[in-house]
T-cell receptor, first 116, second 115 residues
Framework: GAVVSQHPSWVICKSGTSVKIECRSL??????MFWYRQFPKQSLMLMAT?????????EQGVEKDKFLINHASLTLSTLTVTSAHPEDSSFYIC????????????FGQGTRLTVV | AQTVTQSQPEMSVQEAETVTLSCTYD???????LFWYKQPPSRQMILVIR??????QNATENRFSVNFQKAAKSFSLKISDSQLGDAAMYFC????????????FGKGTSLLVTP
């Protein structure tokens, strides 16, 4: 099956610094990728939809200036958490699908971000 | 907007027994997909089974099967011959027929499998 690779798997950063998370589709081209956030024992909440070559579409309540998304190629989307604060600590997951109707979403391994 | 409801925060099943996880959803669309995902402690999302709304036949994948009731907007997952490795969070999800749309997840059901 298709593989989506997310890096890093975990990261610890200091308050006020920025962290970049990469999401790569390894064996297919993904016009659209999605970024989710998951708090402990909760469901996945969609943060934004990342479209190759255009601006990301953010869900209501998600600060676009804090969570910068770049989808520069058909195989790579990045999420940068800027000026991170402890409340940004969470599990971030990306997913991607091949273009088309009958296609499943493939998920990255997720990134556990801890801001100290 | 579509909503997905999982009314069972936790379920328990004995090894080799059968368990059913419930899911209901709300949508005004007629063409869509429904999914069950498993999230083990590693937190990697694993697709368990998928159902296309326009197909009347219930999807089946080995020990996993669904009961899809389109009119009732119900999509339950049945796990037969439960195994210890089935213990995980299970999420029901809805998606528009076009893969350019994101998955909309329920809150999840934590499944415990006892020996």
């Amino acid at each position: 099956g298709a593989v989506v690779s997310q890096h890093p798997s975990w990261v610890i950063c200091k308050s006020g610094t920025s962290v970049k998370i990469e999401c790569r589709s390894l064996d297919f081209q993904a016009t659209t990728m999605f970024w989710y956030r998951q708090f402990p024992k909760q469901s996945l909440m969609l943060m934004a939809t990342s479209n190759e070559g255009s601006k990301a579409t953010y869900e209501q309540g998600v600060e676009k200036d804090k969570f910068l998304i770049n989808h520069a190629s058909l195989t790579l989307s990045t999420l940068t958490v800027t000026s991170a604060h402890p409340e940004d600590s969470s599990f971030y997951i990306c997913s991607a699908s091949r273009t088309g109707r009958n296609t499943e979403a493939f998920f990255g391994q997720g990134t556990r971000l801890t801001v100290v | 907007a579509q909503t997905v409801t999982q009314s069972q925060p936790e379920m328990s099943v004995q090894e080799a027994e059968t368990v059913t996880l419930s899911c209901t959803y709300d949508t005004s669309e007629s063409d869509y997909y429904l999914f069950w995902y498993k999230q083990p402690p590693s937190r990697q999302m694993i697709l368990v089974i998928r159902q296309e709304a326009y197909k009347q036949q219930n999807a089946t994948e080995n020990r996993f099967s669904v009961n899809f009731q389109k009119a009732a907007k119900s999509f339950s997952l049945k796990i037969s011959d439960s195994q210890l490795g089935d213990a995980a969070m299970y999420f029901c999800a809805y998606r528009h027929s076009n893969s350019g749309y994101a998955l909309n997840f329920g809150k999840g059901t934590s499944l415990l499998v006892t020996p």
